[in-house]
């Protein structure tokens, strides 16, 4: 099992330097996972929780970030899961991914 450094923590607003650092914690745990010929990866809910990153904007960021990588490395991949903490959770990435 590989573990990644934490998500960014939400002190106020949400920047666009930590809206980067969330992508980022996305796209390198992807690269990571093809690094170590890891073809199905999950992800929580990366920031949400204690760290306070809005969850509707982290799904965004998440979905937009983890659809952009498997676009450009679609054999690399073979299933992403998103490994939600509730019902709240699923619904925000149910919504979001009907969009995409």
Do not use: H, W
């Amino acid at each position: 099992m590989l573990f990644i450094q934490s998500g960014p923590i939400i002190y106020d607003l949400v920047t666009k330097e930590k809206e980067k650092e969330l992508e980022d914690c996305y796209i390198n745990s992807l690269k990571l996972a093809i690094k170590n010929n890891i073809k199905t990866i999950a992800f929580p809910c990366i920031s949400t929780g204690e760290f306070r990153f809005p969850k509707e904007l982290a799904c965004k960021i998440a979905i937009q970030t983890i659809d952009m990588f498997l676009t450009e490395n679609k054999e690399e991949i073979e299933k992403v899961v998103f490994n939600v903490y509730g019902e709240e959770d699923y619904k925000i990435y149910e919504q979001q991914i009907r969009k995409n």
